[in-house]
Nanobody
C-alpha cells in the first residue's frame, strides 16, 4: 500500500503562484510515476503533469510553460510549481502514484484562482 498526502492548495489571484507538494509513504518502488490531476466542479478529472522515475516529465497542453513538476526521490515527494495561474486552473488537485503494484490517489487539495 502507498499513502499520499497533498499540501499547498489555497486561494490566489489570477497571475499568482502556488506550490503543491505530495509526500508518498509505504511500499514505494524505485520505478514509478507520480503526478497531478485536477477536477473542476462538474467536470471530469484531467491530467495536469506527471514525472516518471524522477526525471521524465509530461504536461497537459493547458499548463505547459506555466507549471513545473519535480520530484525528490530521497523524500518520495513530488512538487507542482504553478505560475501565472488562471481562473480556469481552479479545481481539486489530486496526487497520484503508479507502479507495477497499482495506482494510488491522495485525497486532494483545493486550488481556487480568483479573477
Amino acid at each position: 500500500q502507498v499513502q499520499l498526502v497533498e499540501s499547498g492548495g489555497g486561494l490566489v489571484q489570477a497571475g499568482g503562484s502556488l506550490r503543491l507538494s505530495c509526500a508518498a509513504s509505504g511500499r514505494i518502488f524505485a520505478i514509478n510515476t507520480m503526478g497531478w490531476y485536477r477536477q473542476a466542479p462538474g467536470q471530469r478529472r484531467e491530467l495536469v503533469a506527471t514525472i516518471t522515475d524522477g526525471y521524465s516529465t509530461d504536461y497537459a497542453d493547458s499548463v505547459k510553460g506555466r507549471f513545473t513538476i519535480s520530484g525528490d526521490n530521497a523524500k518520495h515527494t513530488v512538487y507542482l510549481q504553478m505560475n501565472s495561474l488562471k481562473p480556469e486552473d481552479t479545481g481539486v488537485y489530486y496526487c497520484s502514484y503508479s507502479d507495477s503494484s497499482g495506482d494510488y490517489w491522495g485525497k486532494g487539495t483545493l486550488v481556487t484562482v480568483s479573477s
